[in-house]
């Protein structure tokens, strides 16, 4: 019972670096979606999906990609990172769309641009 | 936007004492949802509410949903130092969101032994 498994936990970075933080969930949930969370802003969503081949912005997408290729794999790619982009990134996924079922969380990635 | 706000951000109690956590949507919600999130750890669900004026009880912690179904309520009796973390509520957004979970800014509660 892995549920949605992160990859890294941490990490750090230069201002300019790309990189792709990885999601994976078992669950077959046709919903994933990535939050940012920093202090005192709550959790904000990146990014989210609906199904394969599907992807939206969220509230915050600027300086984020994401593809699904699979129902399994929901990747973040940060395109060239900025010290604003320091914050804890979580995945999530859930069993239906548009708010109606629970979501499942990963153990986020601590991410520090410098 | 829609918003969904939550009183009050900090909460300090002495253990045993209760608190209790307010949440208020700008626009009526088709269920609300309620998450914990232990001192680095990730959100875990706590409980969904979808009729209005339902009551939902999980030991010490009772959950409430307005009426109106635009506010919601998590009250715990007798705080544990098991209980300290942040709380979230979230409701789904409205048609231009596609329904995302819109999340409160929670409430940090700290319970001292």
């Known amino acids: 019972n892995a549920g949605v498994t992160q990859t890294p936990k941490f990490q750090v970075l230069k201002t300019g670096q790309s990189m792709t933080l990885q999601c994976a969930q078992d669950?077959?949930?046709?919903?994933m979606s990535w939050y940012r969370q920093d202090p005192g802003m709550g959790l904000r969503l990146i990014h989210y999906?609906?199904?394969?081949?599907?992807?939206d912005q969220g509230e915050v997408p600027n300086g984020y990609n994401v593809s699904r290729s699979t129902t399994e794999d929901f990747p973040l790619r940060l395109l060239s990172a900025a010290p604003s982009q320091t914050s804890v990134y979580f995945c999530?996924?859930?069993?239906?769309?548009?708010?109606?079922?629970?979501?499942?969380f990963g153990n986020g990635t601590r991410l520090t641009v410098t | 936007g829609q918003q969904v706000m939550q009183i009050p951000q900090y909460q300090h109690v002495q253990e045993g004492e209760d608190f209790t956590t307010y949440c208020n949507s700008s626009t009526t919600l088709s269920n609300i949802q309620w998450y914990k999130q232990r001192p680095g750890g990730h959100p875990v669900f706590l409980i969904q509410?979808?009729?209005?004026?339902e009551v939902k009880k999980q030991k010490r912690l009772t959950f409430q949903f307005g009426e109106a179904k635009k506010n919601s309520s998590l009250h715990i009796t007798a705080t544990q130092t098991t209980d300290v973390g942040t709380y979230f509520c979230?409701?789904?957004?409205?048609?231009?969101?596609?329904?995302?979970?819109?999340f409160g800014k929670g409430t940090k509660l700290s319970v001292k032994p």
């Open positions: 669950m077959n949930h046709e919903y």
């Open positions: 509410l979808v009729k209005s004026g």
């Open positions: 999530a996924s859930s069993y239906s769309t548009g708010g109606k079922s629970p979501l499942h």
């Open positions: 979230a409701g789904p957004g409205d048609g231009g969101s596609q329904g995302n979970l819109i």
């Open positions: 999906s609906v199904g394969a081949g599907i992807t």
